[in-house]
């Protein structure tokens, strides 16, 4: 029945959806409180550090200006970290995944309709699942997809780059 399965997913979802929120609001916090210059939004709100000494005299200096944190280095080293973690939990932290069915196996499994399913077309391919297939480790498999992630987003970047410079001219 499509309204159990709906019902068992939704549920399931709905806690991981808010998993992922918490994670998501602890991030952009993290990064607002760091380099509000690297979100979109909050570009231009970063108000003067407020330092106070140990007498409880404060003084007030002003947020770095763009040129300013340009010259530091910039976003560069930001993203050069970013990847560099990201390989790390791909190719790493991956070996301990578990290996437990997903949410749509799980359910399937409780509502007895496991037995209907059928191989995908590339389901045979070395990537093709989050396990040891076609010889190819889980953490191999992990950094491929890393690694397509990336290539796509470079190319999407550029393409849009490239179209906002020729609507700018």
Do not use: N
């Not at 976003?75 to 791909?90: H, N, Q």
């Amino acid at each position: 029945d499509a309204a159990a399965v709906a019902a068992a997913m939704g549920g399931v979802h709905v806690l991981i959806g808010i998993g992922e929120a918490l994670i998501t609001t602890a991030t952009v916090g993290a990064v607002l409180a760091v380099r509000p210059d690297l979100v979109y939004g909050a570009r231009g709100l970063s108000a003067p550090l407020v330092l106070k000494g140990a007498d409880g005299a404060t003084s007030t200096v002003a947020a770095p200006a763009a040129a300013d944190r340009q010259a530091a280095g910039g976003v560069r080293p930001f993203l050069i970290g970013g990847i560099g973690v990201t390989l790390l939990l791909a190719g790493v932290v991956s070996f301990f995944a578990s290996s437990d069915p997903d949410g749509l196996e799980a359910v399937a499994e409780d509502k007895g309709f496991l037995g209907q399913a059928t191989d995908h077309p590339l389901g045979s391919w070395a990537l093709a699942d989050y396990g040891d297939v076609g010889g190819v480790p889980v953490g191999v498999a992990g950094l491929v997809g890393v690694g397509i992630t990336l290539v796509v987003a470079a190319a999407i970047a550029y393409a849009a780059r490239r179209r906002g410079s020729r609507t700018e001219v």
